[in-house]
């Protein structure tokens, strides 16, 4: 009994503080910042199209999570759409397995232009545990350009709004440099 207290108390915490990433506010607040950059950017409504290119269901059922009563990301004008061809981003999670690179790149050719692709948990950004098997492709950037990572294995619902609102916030700065 005292070997298992001892590893309790001598097991490093591996756990980042939300803080530590500049996320430490609440969920009405950075939805009501993501609601208003969509107001300005993108008209009020962000579409979003998830693809799972071969992941562990970690993050998919992050993505899911953004839906349920707590997080509710409807509210702030940001939905899931079944069909590519009514996306306005492309959040892919998972390595690209050799199975779903057609797939995925079926898709991405579906999103219209201009084309935000996010790639979403470590897996997708390099390959995570997966890196270097002999039935993945790593990250998705090596199958289809990538123009925004949100870390994590998986990131929590709160981290992938966080993103979304740094995202958001990079595109609208964008915008006004280039008017």
């Known amino acids: ?29 950075v ?7 969509l107001q300005r950017s993108f008209r009020g409504s962000l579409a979003i199209r998830a693809v799972d290119a071969g992941s562990t269901n970690a993050c998919e059922q992050e993505l899911t999570a953004l839906g349920n009563a707590y997080y509710d990301i409807e509210r702030f004008g940001i939905h899931f759409v079944a069909s590519p061809r009514h996306a306005d981003m492309l959040m892919v999670t998972g390595p690209v397995t050799r199975n779903m ?14 084309k935000i692709v996010v790639a979403v948990g470590d897996d997708a950004i390099d390959g995570g545990i997966f890196k270097g098997s ?38 609208d700065s964008r915008s006004k440099a280039a008017q």
């Open 1 to 29: 009994m005292f070997r298992l207290y001892y590893k309790i108390i001598s097991t490093p915490k591996t756990v980042i503080d939300v803080q530590s990433l500049g996320c430490d506010t609440g969920i009405d607040i």
């Open 101 to 114: 690179k057609e797939a995925l790149v079926r898709t991405y050719e579906a999103v219209p232009d201009p």
């Open 134 to 171: 002999y039935g993945v492709l790593d990250g998705v950037h090596n199958v289809i350009p990538v123009d925004y990572q949100i870390p994590g294995d998986p990131p929590s619902p709160r981290i992938i709004l966080c993103g979304l609102l740094q995202i958001l916030e990079m595109l």
């Open 31 to 37: 939805g009501k910042k993501l609601e208003a950059r």
